[in-house]
């Protein structure tokens, strides 16, 4: 199985516009989240979904938003980029909670001029 | 608020030596600490995961400990090699609400060189 996998690798938009960064697992987790990882620092979690039609935000969650419809995709919305979203995204899946381990995607490389 | 710091920010070392990367976090309540390691464009990959209730974990070369008490959390990796060369974070696991969320540190970046 493949995995987390994550789409696009890379991207560079202009201020004010929008994109959708897509996530798919294949092992069917419940649990998947979006992390950003700014230069230097340790990744923050922006959203997470414990389940299909359900999720909640994170730490950082303005300027985004999050759809679960299926167990296996969960796509994360830019509205209106802005500068500051610049940053490296990644998505993650686990099966549960505790003591159960999250597995992450390659990441997007996002940048916003 | 939890925080998770990791020292030394960048190592660089030659191949061969015994490594100890240190990871301190501000509050004990933690459900588990787990070590990865990320590849230059690549994803993190997991290590290690020590349950709160455990003192140490090893797979081959590494090994980590956790003194939850102290906050300390350390990474050792026995004979090093180039292709240990990557960014290694650490992030711990909070018990809050309804849902155990990871916090991490900003890593340490380690240069392993013939």
């Known amino acids: 199985n493949a995995g987390v996998t994550q789409t696009p690798k890379f991207r560079i938009l202009k201020i004010g516009q929008s994109m959708t960064l897509q996530c798919t697992q294949d092992m069917n987790h419940n649990y998947m989240y979006w992390y950003r990882q700014d230069p230097g620092m340790g990744l923050k979690l922006i959203y997470y979904?414990?389940?299909?039609?359900?999720?909640d935000k994170g730490e950082v969650p303005n300027g985004y938003n999050v759809s679960r419809s299926t167990t296996e995709d969960f796509p994360l919305r830019l509205e209106l980029a802005a500068p500051s979203q610049t940053s490296v995204y990644f998505c993650?899946?686990?099966?549960?909670?505790?003591?159960?381990?999250?597995?992450f995607g390659p990441g997007t490389r996002l940048t916003v001029t | 608020k939890q925080e998770v710091t990791q020292i030394p920010a960048a190592l660089s070392v030659p191949e061969g030596e015994n490594l100890v990367l240190n990871c301190s976090f501000t509050d004990s309540a933690i459900y588990n600490l787990q070590w990865f390691r990320q590849d230059p464009g690549k994803g993190l990959t997991s290590l290690l995961l020590?349950?709160?209730?455990?003192r140490e974990q090893t797979s081959g070369r590494l090994n980590a400990s956790l003194d939850k008490s102290s906050g300390r959390s350390t990474l050792y990796i026995a004979a090093s090699q180039p292709g240990d060369s990557a960014t290694y974070l650490c992030a711990v696991r909070l018990i809050s609400g309804g849902y155990n969320k990871l916090i991490f540190g900003a890593g340490t970046r380690l240069a392993v060189h013939p």
């Open positions: 979904s414990v389940g299909a039609g359900i999720t």
């Open positions: 993650a899946s686990s099966y549960g909670q505790g003591s159960y381990e999250q597995y």
């Open positions: 020590i349950q709160s209730s455990q």
